[in-house]
């Protein structure tokens, strides 16, 4: 993972957009333990995040232009069917929503909102997986516009 920098606007999956307050070492029994201290100001909520897992939870700088760009883009493409079976959807959904990737997140909104073509029908976790999903990409689509002068990626 490329280094965060302090007062750096994050990305974390299922938070969305927070500031990185500080990098913090907290001691517990003997062992010291580097953690990213984000901030998101819509919760009022502060989550320590341990620096070596920081990358497999999702944590990560803003997307690009670029990258909100492409995303588009592939939102427009051709849908892939979900799998019928609910449990199979949910873990699909799931793993994407937890990548917190934004094109993983762009296919959770555009192959639900699909469903119908092919008669699937959605379940409440279709319904609140395309919810969570939609707010994620509206809080980031909303912070990248907000700053268009952040350096790409």
Known sequence: MNELKVGELLFYPM???GLLEEKVA???EGQTKNYYKLYF???ALNVLVPLESAKQLGVRALSSLEEMEHSHIHFFSK???LPVLTSERKNLLDTKLRSGKLLNLTEVIRDLICASKYELKLTAH???SLQIASNMVNKRTYVCCENPHRPSK
């Open 41 to 43: 100001n819509e919760l």
């Open 126 to 128: 279709d319904k609140s």
């Open 15 to 17: 938070h969305g957009v």
């Open 79 to 81: 849908f892939r069917k």
């Open 26 to 28: 907290l001691s517990l």
